[in-house]
């Protein structure tokens, strides 16, 4: 038996801590004898004198002498020194090289090795399972698996088309792109042909004002637009396009004009206003005119119409051929403008046959090939006035020609300029 040094308890020979408290033993060597000297040294320490704590005795202590019998341990007092002198306790781990047992006297190396086992185990699943669900999820989105096999079952027919001679899939989706490119480029060439033909023939400021400056930059104003479907569908007058000169918005007194009161009596709706303004047209008499703005409420009528439907540069305040009431003040005012886009309405509402005044007979030249439909009106202030709906090619515009201070023969040879200009461009 081997006693422990530290609580007393009794353990076997073999063991190397003490089961109890954990305390290493010391086995005492067997094969040294002690000197007959230290034997007489050695006496048992009495229960009550024993201190608190005692440390272990050194290594290679004493073995008994012969003949004597070591007392027992005292259950509940240890054992101390043999000279009964006390000494400081040192704990186990406090011993180099000393091995610390847990608190149960079983070694702790082989949990903390099935602990650290469990943990890497752990690690693992949750890793493999983290892998499993993002395989899982990049297969459902598509990422892999199944478009990979597609593309690689494409590779592999196109590969095979070419090895027995056909066109391969790249091949056939250049040659496809060729084609889509040769097709929207011809796409694109028909949209171009389509949309120039329903541009059509385009009148500019810039060829009128060239031909008005070259007479007066103030007497003079001139203005025309292609007769189409965006004129037609203009709300207003406001609205259209329409190629003019410097003075195109200026009032000039509106002899010979007879569009607003036939365009008036056309919206009203009232037969006997538009039978007085279809006379009127077809033969510029004036009592008719006259009779048919009165038919529509008078004159303030008139002027309303034309305000509502952004013909601002109109307003009439005498009839038509009163010569005193101009003399007293009394005047009718229009522009080029208003006059060349009254025109295009007229011809919307067919009033165009109506216009038959032969021009031509007073100066006017007219291009070989045009139809031309037009009023003249002169008046005071040396007024001359021409307005017209003209048509040639297949194309429509309207032209408007005011003039002061020019006399006849002036203005008649500004209208064949301008009717010249106008041909050309409807026959591009």
Not at 191 to 200: F, N, V
């Amino acid at each position: 038996m081997v006693y422990c040094t530290e609580c007393g308890f009794a353990n076997n020979d073999g063991d190397a801590f003490c089961t109890q408290c954990g305390t290493p033993l010391e086995h005492p060597d067997a094969g040294a004898a002690p000197s007959a000297a230290a034997a007489p040294d050695r006496t048992l320490v009495e229960p009550a004198a024993a201190p608190q704590r005692y440390a272990a005795p050194a290594p290679q202590a004493a073995a008994p002498a012969p003949g004597v019998v070591p007392a027992p341990p005292v259950v509940g007092a240890p054992t101390g020194p043999i000279n009964g002198t006390t000494a400081p306790t040192v704990p186990a781990a406090a011993v180099p090289g000393a091995p610390v047992p847990p608190a149960n006297g079983a070694p702790a190396q082989p949990q903390r090795k099935r602990s650290t086992a469990i943990i890497v185990i752990l690690i693992a699943l949750i890793c493999v399972v983290s892998l499993v669900i993002g395989l899982f999820v990049t297969h459902s989105m598509g990422l892999w698996g199944a478009n990979q096999s597609a593309q690689t079952t494409q590779t592999a027919s196109g590969t095979d088309d070419q090895s027995k001679g056909g066109t391969s899939s790249k091949s056939k989706k250049q040659s496809e792109s060729e084609a889509d490119k040769t097709k929207d480029g011809e796409d694109k060439q028909d949209t171009k042909s389509e949309e120039a033909e329903e541009t059509g023939p385009v009148i500019t400021s810039s060829q009128l004002s060239e031909i008005a400056d070259s007479y007066s930059s103030s007497d003079v104003a001139v203005s025309a637009v292609v007769i189409d479907d965006k004129v037609a569908k203009a709300k207003s007058s406001e609205d259209a396009v329409i190629a003019t000169t410097a003075q195109s918005g200026k009032q000039f007194v509106a002899a010979g004009l007879y569009l607003p009161v036939y365009l008036a009596a056309m919206d009203s709706g009232n037969d006997d206003a538009k039978a007085q303004a279809a006379t009127m047209m077809s033969t510029m008499d004036n009592a008719s005119g006259n009779n048919a703005a009165a038919a529509l409420g008078g004159w303030d009528a008139v002027n309303s119409w034309a305000s509502s439907h952004g013909y601002s540069g109109t307003t009439f305040s005498r009839n038509y051929g009163d010569v005193a009431a101009s003399n007293n003040g009394y005047e009718n005012y229009s522009s080029s403008r208003d006059a060349a886009l009254m025109l295009a309405s007229v011809d919307a509402k067919g009033g165009a046959s109506l216009m038959n005044v032969d021009i031509a007979s007073e100066g006017v030249t007219i291009p070989s090939g045009m139809t031309v439909h037009a009023h003249r009106g002169q008046g005071i202030q040396d007024t001359w006035n021409y307005f017209a709906i003209v048509e040639a090619n297949g194309h429509k515009a309207a032209v408007a020609v005011t003039t002061q201070y020019q006399g006849k023969a002036v203005a008649a040879e500004l209208m064949s300029k301008v009717l010249a200009s106008v041909d050309a461009t409807l026959k591009q």
